[in-house]
């Protein structure tokens, strides 16, 4: 009786598992099916024209064949300055939090700020942008306020995925290096980092194509005007020097938004075609990402 009580209780158990299962194998089969028809899609409606001759070479005001060359620049141009600004000032925080931060109310408030500020709407970020850097600060639409916009949420993401990164190497390696008589920022230079640094390498890119594909928060501090770009100026101070942090600038983000609310002939064809581009460049970010993670994991860590 026994017996047949157990045998009933395992076929039980045995097909809660594979009902479960199932379940949760049709979850993730819709979402790579969303995910590769969204892809699928853009690329089909956008693919003629991104690949079209001059589409990536023209700029966007050439009245033959408007390209997107100076939107092209302006997004990676502003995605650098963000990374230079955003990934010392996190890396700093996590390493704060993880090896020298006391367990009482400012950690727990510092964790809070953190998380607040990596759930504010990217519009309301914007719009402080717009108030703080643009206005108060007088910088007015520019780069820097764009840039210093996107680091606002980049940076709450970043220390998390830093954080973790740091507090999942094995605490035996910490103690051991304390133990050699190394002090605690030289087994963070020496032990930690070196030891997270594939992990966080794939967040700082996954983060950046992320920011790269950002637009709602530029609208409102880097600007939507189309950019008259010279890059043969030396002239760091001209409006038209690529390399001029206080000009406007247009992401192609921003540039899709922009031709969306400008219904000319013409517009849909060359929104599908940006749209194209930031899609394959976001992507590109993320295998990069995992490239460089298996790389760095097998030079670092000997795996």
Not at 233 to 260: D, G, Q
Not at 272 to 277: N, R
Request: a neutral charge.
């Amino acid at each position: 009786m026994a017996n047949r009580n157990l045998d009933a209780h395992v076929k039980r158990i045995g097909l809660q598992n594979k009902i479960a299962t199932g379940i949760l194998t049709c979850i993730v089969g819709f979402v790579l099916v969303l995910l590769a028809a969204i892809v699928v899609y853009i690329l089909v409606q956008g693919a003629g024209k991104a690949l079209s001759p001059g589409f990536l070479t023209n700029p966007s005001t050439d009245d033959v064949a408007p390209g997107i060359l100076y939107q092209l620049f302006d997004s990676f141009y502003m995605l650098l300055i963000t990374l230079v600004i955003s990934v010392p000032i996190s890396l700093g925080a996590a390493i704060f939090l993880v090896e020298y931060a006391p367990d009482n109310w400012i950690t727990s408030a510092a964790s809070t700020a953190i998380e607040t500020l990596s759930s504010l709407p990217s519009i309301v970020v914007g719009m402080f942008g717009s108030l703080f850097f643009v206005v108060t600060l007088g910088w007015g639409i520019s780069i820097i306020a764009g840039a210093l916009a996107l680091t606002m949420f980049n940076i709450p993401i970043l220390v998390r995925t830093i954080q973790q990164a740091l507090e999942d190497v094995p605490r035996s390696q910490h103690d051991a290096a304390l133990a050699m008589g190394l002090t605690r920022w030289e087994t963070t230079v020496n032990v930690m980092l070196p030891a997270a640094m594939p992990a966080i390498v794939t967040g700082i890119v996954i983060s950046a194509g992320r920011v790269f594909g950002e637009a709602a928060a530029l609208i409102f501090t880097s600007g939507s005007a189309a950019a008259r770009l010279n890059f043969a100026s030396t002239n760091l101070a001209s409006p038209t020097n690529p390399f001029n942090i206080f000009r406007p600038a247009e992401t192609l983000a921003v540039h899709i938004w922009k031709l969306k609310m400008e219904p000319t002939p013409g517009n849909d064809e060359i929104v599908w075609g940006t749209a194209a581009v930031l899609l394959v460049c976001v992507l590109l970010f993320n295998v990069l990402a995992r490239v460089l993670g298996k790389f760095l994991a097998r030079r670092l860590t000997a795996e």
